[in-house]
Structure formats: structure tokens, C-alpha cells
């Protein structure tokens, strides 16, 4: 086959009608559109061979621009050039949804190998590419029912030639009526998805491979900053092991920086109620508390609030205690000790926060809702130059 062949690279452009499934995995949200359960495995399956340079698909008629993948697995294959899947509306929708994309493309037999294998920042994980539980239960090998279920044909025996989907969202009258695929979670456009038009990029403060920084809208404090993912993963139990290192990354540089203002970090997660991880880095005066008063002030507002707070060991991982999709919360303390809380029914929101403006850590009880500390956009961008300016020498992104 064509595509086996060692010189094959891939191809510059593909236009396919059904969207590829799963193309959403890894990425930034595709809106209402569940690609787990909507476009074509097959579709997929040539995506993962032919390895596009640009892959364009109308089907679900929404425009959804997904955030460029990887077509290799780093550090154990050579690297390949990224792939960018765009979907268009259809023309002239009422909506005003986007349906015309202007781009330009070197093709790729006139380009030098370093160049064409570049990976832009905000590359992630390949979305086709089976996980070993899923390569070994053959989940992802579609039932011609599924696969049925979002194609498009073109009804060869029609008097006119027209058009019709199986999916039934071109006529009315077919008798295969479907619903159109509905994201069950989240439902709508996500603000932390760097790539999504909702992200208050004013409040970026830093943008790393994997991972970017983010002054936290309604901040405890002025330097109080989120490390979040670049794309779509709910909580730290669903991060690949590179995101998970450029985490770690963050958190320590963060440590150094604040280290070096005189502040002691605090870094907790709430996968409770929230789309996309947020890692909440508090920093704390040095000469506020010690990381021991921070520590009892947890367990004893923990105690009270009847929220049982585990301690769990220094180097251990939330991914070898929490399951995929369990909700939790913890406490990371700047030693690297960690309080755990296993989250079954109700857990007040802003129980992290409460602590940390508490009388026994900040003293600022009047902060502990989000919502009392709002500022205006000039505000938040003097905030955020200002963090940008002093964060700059502890830049990691910057050394290579
Ligand atoms: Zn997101």
C-alpha cells in the first residue's frame, strides 16, 4: 500500500464529508458536537494513514477548528509533521457560522524536512491513536450500524441528483431521523480551552508546549495564577505523561518565583463541578504562616465542614488514587505534601479558597468568593503585564 511505503510522508490536503470520529479527543471542545459518537470511524482509520497536512470536513455543519495534532508518539518515533482538521458550516447558514477558509500552504515536497516536521505550540496528542485497552478490546472498530449512522451518500437513483444524509438532518421526511450528536459534558464552549474563542487571552500570562499560565479571574490575591492544559482535559487524572511533566514543570518554577518574592506556594484542584483542569497556585507570604499552619488550617476547616481530608504521600500521584472520572479535591502544599479528598455527593466550591482567605492563612475573609473580587479588563491587564514582566526571567519556555 501507497502509505506504507517508507517515502511516504503524507499528503498536503484532505476533504472528506463526514468528520473523522474521536477527532475531538485531546483537543479543545468541538462545541455541541460528540465526536465520540458522531462522524466516521473509517474516515478516521484514512486520517491515521494518509496523515494530512490540512484535513477539511463539512458534515456536521458547524465550524470547529480543531488545535493541530501529532502524527508521531515523542520520543519513540522521528518526528512528523502536525495535522490540522478544520470544519465548515454549511454556505450561507443563518447562523453566520464560519464556512470560508483562506489559508495559504507550501506543499510539502517544496519544503526541508526541519521545517515541515516544526511543531507549533499548541500541538497535542493524536486523537485517533488507540489507547492499549482499546487496541485490545477492538472498542474503537466501528458496527456497520454506527458507521451508517453519520455518512452522507449522494442518491445516485434521485431524480435531481440531491443530496441526502443518512443522518436525516437534510430531509425532513427520511425515515432515519436521528437527533443531531449532542455533547453530553461539557455543554457549551469551554473557557479554558486556549484555542476557544471564550478564553480571556488578556489574562494569559505565559504559554508553554503542553501547559499555559493564567491570572485567575477574581484573584485572591494579585499574583494568584492557574496552570491549566492547552487542550481539553477535565482533571490532572487524564493528562498524557508530557502534559503531566510540564505541570510539574510550572509548579516549580512557580515555587522558585514566589520563593524569590518572599512567598510560599499553594496549589490545589477542584475536579468537581468544572470542564477543564484548573490548577489554583496560591501564593502565600513567608512570613504570613508556616507551611504547617497552612496544613492544620486545611484539616481543621476540613473537620468542621465534615470533609475528610487524607493525607496523602509526598511523591505519590493523584492519577494512583483518584479513578478517571471521580471527582476529588486537593491541597498541595510548597514541600510537596499533599491533602486528599475523595468526593462522593456535595463539596462546598469554594472550599479552597475559604481556607486560604481564612483568618489562620490570609486574613482576607471578605475575598472568599471569586465573584466579590472582580476588577475591570484595565485592571486585569495591568495585573497580568505586570506578572508577565516579573515572571519573564524564570521563563522555561524561552531556554531552548
Ligand atoms: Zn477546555
Redesign the pocket.
Known amino acids: 500500500m501507497l502509505c506504507s511505503a517508507s517515502q511516504f510522508k503524507g499528503v498536503d490536503i484532505l476533504l472528506t464529508s463526514p468528520w473523522p470520529k474521536y477527532v475531538g479527543s485531546f483537543g479543545?471542545?468541538s462545541g455541541e458536537v460528540d465526536t465520540k459518537k458522531c462522524g466516521s470511524s473509517l474516515v478516521s482509520s484514512l486520517v491515521t494513514s494518509l496523515k494530512p497536512r490540512y484535513h477539511f470536513a463539512a458534515l456536521e455543519k458547524t465550524y470547529y477548528e480543531r488545535l493541530p495534532y501529532r502524527n508521531h508518539i515523542v520520543l519513540q518515533e522521528t518526528a512528523q509533521h502536525a495535522t490540522r482538521f478544520i470544519a465548515l458550516a454549511n454556505v450561507g447558514n443563518p447562523e453566520k457560522k464560519k464556512y470560508l477558509y483562506a489559508f495559504s500552504i507550501v506543499p510539502m515536497k517544496l519544503m526541508n524536512a526541519a521545517d515541515l516536521v516544526k511543531q507549533p505550540p499548541d500541538v497535542t496528542e493524536n486523537p485517533y491513536r488507540k489507547t492499549e485497552k482499546e487496541a485490545f478490546t477492538g472498542k474503537q472498530i466501528p458496527t456497520p450500524e454506527e458507521e451508517s449512522a453519520c455518512q452522507f451518500f449522494f442518491d445516485l437513483d434521485g431524480k435531481h441528483g440531491k443530496k441526502r444524509s443518512s443522518t436525516g438532518r437534510d430531509s425532513k421526511s427520511s425515515p432515519h431521523t436521528k437527533q443531531p450528536c449532542k455533547l453530553p459534558w461539557?455543554p457549551g464552549p469551554?473557557?479554558?480551552?486556549?484555542a476557544?474563542p471564550e478564553v480571556e487571552k488578556h489574562l494569559v500570562v505565559n504559554i508553554g508546549t503542553h501547559c499555559y499560565l493564567a491570572l485567575a479571574k477574581g484573584g485572591l490575591c494579585d499574583d494568584h495564577v492557574l496552570i491549566?492544559?492547552i487542550?481539553?482535559?477535565?482533571s490532572v487524572v487524564e493528562l498524557s505523561a508530557e502534559v503531566v511533566e510540564e505541570v510539574g514543570k510550572y509548579k516549580a518554577t512557580l515555587r522558585q518565583f514566589f520563593k524569590n518574592r518572599g512567598k510560599r506556594c499553594v496549589l490545589f484542584e477542584r475536579n468537581y463541578k468544572s470542564?477543564?483542569?484548573q490548577l489554583q497556585v496560591i501564593p502565600v507570604p513567608l512570613n504570613c504562616c508556616s507551611t504547617d499552619d497552612i496544613k492544620d488550617a486545611f484539616i481543621t476547616q476540613a473537620q468542621e465542614q465534615q470533609i475528610e481530608l487524607l493525607e496523602i504521600p509526598e511523591h505519590s500521584d493523584i492519577k494512583q488514587i483518584a479513578q478517571p472520572g471521580a471527582a476529588y479535591f486537593y491541597v498541595e502544599l510548597d514541600t510537596g505534601e499533599k491533602l486528599f479528598h475523595r468526593i462522593k455527593k456535595h463539596f462546598p466550591l469554594q472550599f479552597g479558597r475559604e481556607v486560604l482567605a481564612s483568618e489562620a492563612i490570609l486574613n482576607i475573609p471578605d475575598k472568599s468568593d471569586w465573584r466579590q473580587c472582580q476588577i475591570s479588563k484595565e485592571e486585569e491587564e495591568t495585573l497580568a503585564l505586570r506578572f508577565r514582566k516579573d515572571f519573564e526571567p524564570f521563563d522555561f519556555s524561552l531556554d531552548d
Open positions: 479543545n471542545s461539557p469551554c473557557w479554558f480551552c486556549l476557544s491549566l492544559p487542550g481539553h482535559y477535565q470542564h477543564h483542569l
